[in-house]
């Protein structure tokens, strides 16, 4: 078996996959994926959203597509409104996160920008967004976690 570079796969429930497609073109993701019964006889579906960058591809995988995905066996237990992604940072690292800002500020709507581009305590740039379903995300100039 080949080894990959990072393994962690991402997946939003969420109930539309248009809104989805909208809101992460802004920043460059395309679709890569759908599969509208994900793989199998569900009524449900599948999408892979794929934005490359001069440090790799990032992947974003939704599940859904309809507003029952919110009867998931697991996300059943919760009221229909809890914010998705509570207490959760979905971290993207970016080549130019200045220039990614740049393109993208004036395309989002006021409070979909949780904080504009600066430059953190431990010297790096980031911006973080909020997407339309809850979900808090932060581009970021790479970090070395080491």
């Known amino acids: 078996m080949d080894k990959v570079t990072n393994n962690l796969i991402l997946e939003l429930h969420v109930p539309d996959f248009q809104t989805a497609r909208d809101f992460y073109g802004i920043f460059g993701f395309r679709e890569i994926r759908y599969d509208p019964q994900s793989g199998g006889n569900s009524d449900l579906g599948y999408m892979v959203l794929r934005r490359e960058d001069a440090l790799g591809e990032t992947h974003l995988n939704f599940y859904g597509d309809k507003e029952k995905v919110s009867q998931h066996a697991f996300f059943k237990d919760f009221p229909a409104g809890t914010r998705r992604g509570y207490e959760v940072e979905i971290t993207i ?54």
């Open 93 to 146: 690292p970016v080549s130019d996160v200045e220039g990614l800002w740049n393109n993208i500020k004036d395309k989002l709507k006021p409070e979909q920008i949780s904080q504009p581009l600066m430059l953190k305590r431990w010297n790096k740039k980031d911006f973080r967004v909020v997407d339309p379903f809850g979900f808090y995300v932060r581009f970021t100039e790479l970090v070395d976690w080491y």
